[in-house]
């Protein structure tokens, strides 16, 4: 299972734009990248999954680079709701496959 | 998305009594199951893949006689905390997926906050 490295912290305010970066030197060929959110006494909810280049959805933006050894979530014009660990996790993804979570980036947004 | 449940939300119980916790997956069947266990501003450490119908594999250091893990049904898992003591509380949390493709997503339930006194 590849190893991933997050800022421990991040301090946002309201409205801004906010990017979150894991790098994931040793990622596999067949690995996928995938990131939770995780409020307070709750399960980790998924986010957003991307294999390259750029994946959006609903709720954020996942750019991975051409070498795949990092790869960035975006989270556009933030509110306070969305204060919360955020974990990068790399690995097969298949329903069969456990995966390993690192400390995550604790997200802290200002009003 | 996939819903998974878990029951109770939260439990105090005495030293050493046992406490059964359920996993389910309402709207899916999963073959495997994860169990995790989160301590206090620290991250998800894996515990045990519950398998249905055969036995749990547990992480190095888990104990599998203290941890008892039940995978009766395609949608049901249990964790029973056998003989438990106050450094057994934590935060246990379940995982399933609905499919055994390549990016089926693992989904997390909400949690079962234990606290043993």
């Known amino acids: 299972l590849a190893k991933t490295t997050q800022p421990i912290s991040m301090d946002s305010y309201e409205g801004q734009e906010v990017n979150i970066t894991c790098s994931h030197n040793n990622i596999a060929t067949n690995d996928y990248i995938t990131w939770y959110q995780q409020f307070p006494s709750q399960g980790p909810r998924f986010i957003i999954q991307?294999?390259?280049t750029k994946v959006t959805n609903e709720v954020a933006s996942l750019f991975i680079p051409a070498d795949r050894k990092s790869s960035t979530l975006s989270l556009p014009r933030v509110s306070l709701s969305d204060t919360a660990v955020y974990y990068c996790l790399v690995g097969a993804a298949g329903g069969y496959q456990k995966v390993t979570f690192g400390i995550g980036t604790k997200l802290q947004v200002i009003p | 998305g996939a819903v998974v449940s878990q029951h109770p939300s939260r439990v105090i119980c005495k030293s050493g009594t046992s406490v059964k916790i359920e996993c389910r997956s309402l709207d899916f069947q999963a073959t495997t199951m994860f169990w995790y266990r989160q301590f206090p501003k620290q991250s998800l450490m894996l515990m045990a893949t519950?398998?249905?119908?055969?036995?749990?594999?547990?992480e190095q250091g888990v104990e599998k006689d203290k941890f008892l893990i039940n995978h009766a049904s395609l949608t049901l898992s249990t964790l029973t905390v056998t003989s438990a003591h106050p450094e057994d509380s934590s935060f246990y949390i379940c995982s399933a997926a609905p499919g055994t493709g390549y990016t089926d997503t693992q989904y997390f339930g909400p949690g079962t906050r234990l606290t043993v006194l």
């Open positions: 519950s398998n249905e119908g055969s036995k749990a594999t547990y």
């Open positions: 991307g294999y390259k």
